[in-house]
Nanobody, 118 residues
């Protein structure tokens, strides 16, 4: 299982970013996918997820973020608009119920840093 998020960066409050995630090693189209984030000193949280029939968002990002997927490209995206300083975090993509390795540890790829300045 490989997950590679990209597209992060430094942006001013009110700006936009589009994150991308390329995945491999499992049947992408069969899995619900999510975007997660982890801010310094905080636990990782799920901000959006997508199945083949719908999407769901955390209240903190509803109306500002849009998740989408391209099953033909094994990719998932997160369009982030009207960014706020509190959106600053490392963003990760993963299946909604993460796969585990032989040691039972959840498999996570390298995230992408999003920093929103005020």
């Amino acid at each position: 299982v490989q997950l590679q998020a990209s597209g992060g960066g430094l942006v001013q409050a009110g700006g936009s970013l589009r994150l991308s995630c390329a995945v491999s090693g499992f049947q992408f189209s069969d899995n619900a996918m999510g975007w997660y984030r982890q801010a310094p000193g905080k636990e990782r949280e799920l901000v959006a997820h997508i199945t083949n029939i719908g999407t769901k968002y955390a209240d903190s990002v509803k109306g500002r973020f849009t998740i989408s997927r391209d099953n033909a490209k094994n990719a998932v995206y997160l369009q982030m608009n009207t960014l706020k300083p509190e959106d600053t975090a490392v963003y990760y993509c993963n299946v909604l119920f993460p796969y585990r390795d032989d040691d039972g540890m959840e498999i996570w790829g390298k995230g992408t840093q999003v920093t929103v300045s005020s």
